[in-house]
């Protein structure tokens, strides 16, 4: 029995690491609207280190459509500027010498429809983690039945990854939902 619940818990653990994953991915989408967490994953090369944008500087959102990131030490400024400039993100970085804007434009609607379909994807991506998490915990948990476990007591475990999987697929659902009417809303 102590068995069993490991499989649950082992498969809760990676269901939920799923969704963690998916939600920061899904932030990363930028939606028209200027959030510090788009920089997030982005490094900046600080003494030979590539280090995470948010550990050199902080960065501020004074209206909905302008980032100023304000660097710790004024001689890392030019770095900030060149990692944003080579991102995939396609920010044009003004620097004034103290600080960095970025400007974000507003979305056009061909652009829309492009992050919605990427944030599906994304969303999808995520599914497929709860699912393998799923068939990882079924597995298992046949390997026990051959074992010597009780069938009725695998039969039990499995329904209940089944609707721990339905749970989590339907938190992931959700996601997407906040983040569809993110994107629509102009």
């Known amino acids: 029995m102590e068995e069993i619940d490991l499989y649950l818990e082992e498969a809760k653990d990676q269901m939920e690491k799923a ?3 998916t939600q920061l991915e899904l932030n990363k989408v930028r939606a028209g609207k200027a959030m510090p967490s788009m920089l997030d994953g982005l490094k900046v090369d600080y003494y030979g280190n590539p280090t ?3 550990q050199v500087g902080s ?3 004074p209206d909905a459509r302008t980032l100023v990131i304000k660097p710790w030490e ?3 400024i030019s770095e900030i500027e060149r990692a944003i400039i080579n991102s995939d993100l ?3 970085p003004q620097n004034d010498g103290d600080i960095i804007r970025i400007n974000i434009p507003p979305l056009s609607e061909e652009r829309r429809a492009q ?8 969303a999808e991506q995520g599914k497929v983690s709860v699912r393998n998490a799923r068939k990882d915990a079924n597995d298992g948990l046949k390997k026990l039945q051959k074992d010597g476990t009780s ?3 695998v039969k039990n475990a499995e329904d209940e990854v089944q ?3 339905d749970q989590y697929v339907e938190k992931v659902d959700k996601l997407l939902e906040v983040k569809e009417k993110d994107i629509m809303t102009i």
């Open 19 to 21: 969704i963690q994953h």
């Open 90 to 92: 396609g920010f044009n």
């Open 115 to 122: 992050l919605l379909k990427h944030c599906k994807q994304l």
């Open 52 to 54: 995470p944008l948010n």
């Open 151 to 153: 069938e009725d007591l």
């Open 163 to 165: 609707k721990l999987t």
């Open 74 to 76: 004024k001689n890392i």
């Open 59 to 61: 960065i501020n959102t």
